[in-house]
């Protein structure tokens, strides 16, 4: 089925630890995206990428580091610089237009032990 | 700058009322779009509806309804004869390179 899968659904990490969360698409999307969610704050955008190789910061990318080596990847590594790191985290892809909706994957709840 | 703006932070009706959940935008783009999505407890965000600038024709689908007024920059999306499984968190949304999503409004339909 096509979609967007991201793993684990739960993690737990230590402080000080870097996490990797994965994010993986099969809809041949061009642009993927990694959002922030905490209760009453909606979505917070913390990376987005157009095209493969290339990615921008969003509006809390500090502590948070991507990479887009390929086109169906988009994996999130939570640093030990970033102070609050527990939420819960959303991948999302479209295509790389205006006009069309985003497709979102399961999430990723973090919490850090 | 872009932003959207859903004042309603928690709504609670009784099953079978009308709820109207409300979105106002802020763009200096002539052509943009709005979205709706739904985020029921296991997590995952569901598209429900897109909308363009250039479209104010109201659109019903089901007992869903969306009135868009470029006049106030509103997007108000209407769940008629509610039940139990519209409790969610529901998302507007401004697309331009990247999404611009509401804070969420939670929607309790109690039985």
């Known amino acids: 089925d096509g979609g967007i899968t991201q793993s684990p659904k739960y993690l737990f990490r230590k402080e000080g630890q870097n996490v990797t969360l994965s994010c993986e698409q099969n809809l041949n999307h061009d642009a993927m995206y990694w959002y922030r969610q905490d209760p009453g704050q909606g979505l917070r955008l913390i990376y987005y990428?157009?095209?493969?190789?290339?990615?921008q910061k969003g509006d809390i990318a500090e502590g948070y580091s991507v990479s887009r080596e390929k086109k169906e990847s988009f994996p999130l590594t939570v640093t030990s610089a970033q102070k609050n790191p527990t939420a819960f985290y959303l991948c999302a892809s479209r295509q790389n237009l205006m006009n069309t909706e985003a497709f979102f994957g399961q999430g990723t709840r973090l919490t850090v032990v | 700058a872009q932003k959207v703006t859903q004042a309603q932070t928690e709504i609670s009706v009784v099953e079978k009322e009308d709820v109207t959940l409300d979105c106002v935008y802020e763009?200096?783009?002539?052509?943009?779009?709005l979205f709706w999505y739904k985020q029921p407890p296991s997590g995952e965000l569901v598209f429900l509806i897109r909308?363009?600038?250039?479209?104010?024709q109201n659109e019903i689908s089901g007992r869903y309804s969306w009135n868009f007024q470029k006049s106030t920059s509103s997007f108000n999306f209407t769940i008629t004869a509610s039940q139990v499984v519209d409790s969610a968190v529901y998302f507007c949304a401004l697309s331009g390179n990247q999404f611009y999503f509401g804070t969420g409004t939670s929607l309790t339909v109690i039985p």
């Open positions: 909308r363009n600038s250039f479209d104010e």
């Open positions: 990428s157009q095209i493969v190789n290339d990615f």
């Open positions: 763009t200096r783009d002539t052509t943009y779009y």
